[in-house]
């Protein structure tokens, strides 16, 4: 079974409501999700290794990713994530800098197989935003699939 985590930090909930509409996607798609809130201390650590797919998303505020979402990129920083799929996403009010930062790491820190650009939604209630994580979440398990 091909096993995705989707990674995020949020401080108003919009990026974890995003974060769950990839998940619906990606799992429509017969892969094993898992959701890690990382703002949730109490939380058990997470080995990467045990992921095929790896999705990270953060909220953008006063222009930069949530420190817990820049810890945890530190933290897997060399974890061996070359080649695996992943994707970024993330929900913000006036900026957008977090997703594409996030992505710009997988893609060239990391050196994972990203689609083709980060998520960026102010909300899920926005014309379409549901939709288009659901859309994101297929897109993602839709490449894993065709490199797994």
């Known amino acids: 079974m091909v096993n995705a985590l989707i990674a995020y930090a949020t401080k108003m909930s919009q990026t974890r409501k995003i974060a769950e509409f990839i998940a619906q996607g990606i799992g429509s798609e017969n892969v094993d ?4 809130n990382l703002s949730n201390l109490g939380l058990k650590p997470i080995n990467p290794q045990e992921f095929d797919i790896m ?3 953060s909220s953008t505020y006063h222009g ?6 820049k810890t945890f990129l530190f933290s897997i920083e060399n974890a061996g994530l ?6 970024a996403f993330g929900a913000y009010g006036w900026s957008g800098e977090a997703p594409g930062r996030i992505f710009n790491t997988m893609r060239n820190v990391f050196r994972m197989k990203m689609v083709n650009g980060p998520l960026m939604l102010q909300s899920v209630r926005e014309p379409d935003g549901a939709k288009m994580a659901l859309n994101y979440g297929k897109g993602i398990a839709g490449r894993a699939a065709g490199l797994l």
């Open 55 to 57: 999705v990270l998303g």
């Open 64 to 69: 930069e990713m949530l420190q817990s979402m």
């Open 82 to 87: 070359e080649g695996k799929v992943g994707g």
């Open 33 to 36: 999700v898992t959701l890690y």
